[in-house]
């Protein structure tokens, strides 16, 4: 079975489905306390364009990177966890295909 042809059970799109929400709850949460130091830390107006150029970037990241589609959730997952945002333990109940995949692809 190619990666991009994967079958999701009902159950397995749920347990995905609540993993992706947390990896980006965690990650948005982390990026709210990085921006709230940086804007505290603004002294010029160079400064604050540089906060704008930074979230301007920080938005294209993470909506590249958080794609839903079932044909791209096992690369999804698989960086998510190289990033720290995700654990493979939150996968459990996802087919053991599927996390083999995962796994092997997070030690690329």
Avoid: C, P
């Amino acid at each position: 079975m190619q990666v991009t042809e994967v079958e999701w059970s009902k159950r397995e799109k749920q347990i995905a489905q609540a993993a992706f929400e947390r990896a980006f709850e965690r990650e948005v949460r982390a990026l709210m306390r990085e921006v709230s130091e940086r804007a505290q830390a603004l002294d010029e107006l160079d400064d604050m364009w540089h906060l704008h150029d930074f979230l301007s970037a920080k938005r294209h990241e993470l909506d590249g990177k958080y794609d839903n589609r079932e044909a791209a959730l096992i690369f999804v997952f698989a960086s998510l966890i190289q990033e720290g945002w995700l654990q493979i333990q939150e996968l459990e109940g996802l087919a053991s295909e599927k996390l083999r995949k995962i796994s092997a692809l997070t030690r690329m």
